[in-house]
């Protein structure tokens, strides 16, 4: 594979992970003190980082290297989860803007406030069916 190749599949994989992430090129540039000029040439696949970078980056995505070096087909990335249902899941909180802000606010949340979002937005779906309930969350 050539040099070329290997620069457009970092590149897409690495843009990949930042929109899985919500993270923008400034992000990265700030988060991990990265020359800007350097993540912009990574990013449109005109060079391909140090190996060190490389490691910093995966780590920062909490992924492999291999997930950001790497050819991944179609198939290969939808078999990333076992389980359908969870692949479905977050096919569905990647491409909605919304789940994916509401997922990131909640990850850091107490089991207690966790229930009581839980609880929120059941009663939200009820009152949107017209389910009211008098007795409150």
Known sequence: MSEDEYR???SKNLNYF???NNKTQIDIIKDLGFNKSSVSTWCNGTRLPRMDKVD???KYFRINRSD?????????SSRYYTNRETAKVAQEIFENKEL???FDV???MEPDDLRALHNMALALKRKEHGN???TGC
Do not use: G
């Not at 950001?68 to 290969?76: A, D, I, P, R, Y």
């Open 100 to 102: 994916r802000a509401l």
């Open 56 to 58: 910093a980056l995966a």
């Open 18 to 20: 930042m929109s899985l």
């Open 132 to 134: 009211y309930d008098d």
């Open 106 to 108: 909640q990850r850091d």
């Open 68 to 76: 950001l070096l790497e050819k991944h087909t179609q198939q290969q």
């Open 8 to 10: 457009k599949i970092f």
